[in-house]
């Protein structure tokens, strides 16, 4: 497949933050752009690769108050994924008012992740999070399900830190500045994905409105070199659009935001996974 580059894919889509456009109602402005890099628990920069850390565990909360993403328990984002075949599928997003303790002592909130082609689950995953007392947002691993006919085909990519020889990795810095690279998650042949700071000036337009000071950032792969996602990121509001740059030409945009029910970790199907 052709290699497709930033400009030619985002040129509809993001505006140089130099652009004039209003803001959308309940957003909130983006921290400074060219803040200082942010240090974490593990020493004076961010984890990439096999890097070990010694984390403390009363040094986290479960409690997600990050700019570029505040997980409010109850949050529901949700999202339409369409791939290079033109096919569609529903992904939402609910941070829900459970946490989990994990093998690290560390406890984290859960996140429900859940994925549907044509109103039928396709994908079901438990994400958990949690956030350092400097501000930045952990990514502490995944119960992941993937499912066929209704029934659990593979749980392959499921990872807990601190199990197994799991490293837990960095979702979002505390002051996300350009240049910065980490590693988002690491299980040995299994779970090796990697982030890099693009921008932290970026205008963004989606459905549900036009956002400024958007993050940018590019997602990759030690385990599939060749894949390249660019993600932005809304002050206020989260993660508002996706788009495969290289491995693939899938865009997932966010399509709407609300609150779900209280304690609601049951996604769009109404019942936990099986």
Aim: aromatic fraction near 6%; hydrophobic fraction near 35%; proline fraction near 8%.
């Amino acid at each position: 497949m052709k290699r497709m580059t930033l400009p030619s894919i985002l040129a509809a889509t993001i505006v140089c933050a130099g652009c004039t456009s209003g803001v959308t109602p309940g957003s909130t402005p983006a921290p400074e752009s060219r803040a200082a890099a942010s240090t974490p628990s593990t020493g004076s920069t961010l984890p990439t690769g096999a890097d070990p850390v010694n984390l403390d565990p009363t040094d986290f909360s479960a409690d997600i108050s990050h700019p570029y993403w505040p997980m409010e328990p109850g949050t529901r984002w949700t999202y339409r994924e369409v791939d290079e075949k033109g096919e569609v599928q529903d992904v939402v997003i609910v941070c829900t008012t459970d946490t989990k303790e994990l093998a690290n002592g560390i406890t984290a909130r859960v996140v429900r992740d859940t994925v549907l082609s044509d109103g039928e689950l396709v994908e079901d995953t438990f994400d958990w999070y949690a956030q350092d007392s400097a501000g930045n947002v952990w990514y502490m691993g995944e119960d992941t399900a993937e499912f066929e006919n209704g029934k659990i085909v593979t749980r392959a990519g499921s990872f807990e830190a601190g199990a197994a020889g799991a490293l837990p990795g960095i979702l979002l810095p505390a002051k996300p500045q350009v240049g910065q690279k980490y590693r988002q998650e690491y299980l040995k042949g299994e779970a090796e994905d990697n982030g890099e700071v693009l921008a932290t000036d970026q205008l963004v337009e989606v459905s549900t409105g036009r956002y400024r000071d958007a993050l940018l950032t590019r997602d990759t792969t030690s385990l599939e070199p060749t894949v390249v996602e660019y993600k932005l990121y809304a002050p206020g509001i989260g993660p508002v659009l996706a788009l495969d740059i290289s491995g693939g030409a899938a865009r997932e945009e966010l399509v709407k935001i609300d609150q779900a029910a209280p304690k609601d970790g049951t996604g769009p199907l109404g019942k936990p996974s099986p």
